[in-house]
């Protein structure tokens, strides 16, 4: 098992940033990558952006490619998403997850952390 805890969330204005954090505990060694996917009231949860664990290559949704960007810290287990230039549609629930190494699916997921943006 992979222990996921978000930490960063707020209430900012539109043009703020955030930083949100994910700090990884359990069996590490199973997750190749990690991601933070979000999810607004009313809609689906949708992929933001993901990272490698080991080669820390990334990829990005393109509603927050240029404004976003992920990254990792291995000796702490955590990783990390700068959000710059928030929205107001970037409002959201945002969770950490991780991929699990053998079922190729996110099967671990933390609690979800609340980042609304006010216009």
């Known amino acids: 098992q992979v222990q996921l805890v978000e930490s960063g969330g707020g209430l900012v204005q539109a043009g703020d940033s955030l930083r949100l954090s994910c700090a990884a505990s359990?069996?590490?060694?199973?997750?190749?990558?990690m991601a933070w996917f979000r999810q607004a009231p009313g809609k689906v949860r949708e992929f933001i952006a993901a990272?490698?664990?080991?080669?820390?290559?990334?990829t990005y949704a393109e509603s927050v490619k240029g404004r976003f960007t992920i990254s990792r810290n291995n000796a702490n287990n955590a990783v990390y998403l700068q959000m710059n230039g928030l929205r107001p549609e970037d409002t959201a629930v945002y969770y950490c997850?991780?991929?699990?190494?053998?079922?190729?699916?996110?099967?671990?997921w933390g609690q979800g952390t609340q980042v609304t943006v006010s216009a």
């Open positions: 990272i490698a664990w080991n080669d820390g290559s990334t």
């Open positions: 359990g069996r590490t060694f199973s997750r190749n990558i």
């Open positions: 997850a991780a991929r699990n190494s053998v079922t190729y699916k996110y099967d671990y």
